[in-house]
């Protein structure tokens, strides 16, 4: 398995995709900053060849291309000798379903694909396309093949019949990912059972793609996946997922939670962003709250689980061994936001017994870290 890039070097990006204009902006954008080099190739065959001269650190991926998919591709460097791959997929059901595919197998994150010439190409999606390189260029890359498409067996679960009424959750669980945070969601999501406490979750996804991740998590989940609209009543057996380059906040509603859905300008360099979240949780749950941040690149919801903490919330962060990049947890942990760092595969776990204890946060003061 290859090693991260040396910290020093620049990042060097190989950029496949048949679009011209897509390459241009990509040859514009990214070097920027000055810590990203780009090579380009206008198809897989052309980019095989210029990998055998130069092996890049990350690879930026279309998925529709002449003579080879970028799925076939992916599946082939997967294969061979492991690159982080950015997943660049255009909008609609078809291009999100592919890039979901992607991500089971080995992707590590998703990008939209410019609609438009680089003159006018948003300094906010300019921004987001240069973190998920930087986020990927650190990434040890495994194959995770099947980690969102091997739903057959759950799927024939009989328990994924879910209640016909579901109640007003009185606590609240707010979830935050970034990179390798599909897979991590995943394996949260799939062992929570239907009457789980109401969770609202950031993923850090574009706009066009989140609708098409809900779904897939709904299909296999026995909690209700689904991407938060305004309005949408936080209920007990429910999650409601941040709309890709949208804010998700939590409000009182009598004695419930509901949620709002909004634009608003960048937080910690992501829209939507984990910091407002956390922060609106806060305020709207204090102690009747659950934190939980999990792996990504960056510091996104690091001060917002603070101020959850402080709130009277139970915190709980992703340990390294578990994440793809353990950026997110790392700076919640330094910033003195977690009470207890747990594996992916214990979090549903301690997230029930929180839940289930005479006070949401059992166990605080022993848990510190």
Known sequence: MAAPKPAGKPIRVLVVDDSAVVRQVMQQVLPREGDIE???AIDPLIAMQKMQVTRPDVIVLDLEMPRMDGLTFLRKVMATDPIPVVV???LGARGSQAALEALAEGAVEVVAKPQMEVRDFLHDSAT?????????????????????????ALQARPSLVRPAAQQATTRIVAVAASTGGTEALTTLLTALPADAPGLVIVQHMPAGFTAAFAERLNSICRVEVKEAATGDQVLDGRALLARGNRHLTVLRAGSGYEVRVDEGPLVSRHRPSADVLFRSVAQAAG???LGIILTGMGADGADGLLEMRQAGA????????SCVVFGMPKEAIARGAVDQVIGISGIATRLLRWATSDRGDAGHSNNRV
């Open 287 to 289: 102690p009747n709250a």
């Open 128 to 152: 987001m396309l240069m973190d998920a390189v930087r986020a990927a260029a650190v990434v040890v890359p495994r194959s995770r093949a099947g980690s969102l498409t091997s739903a057959p």
């Open 314 to 321: 139970f915190t709980v962060a992703q340990d390294e061994a």
């Open 38 to 40: 780009v090579t380009v």
């Open 88 to 90: 660049c997929s255009g």
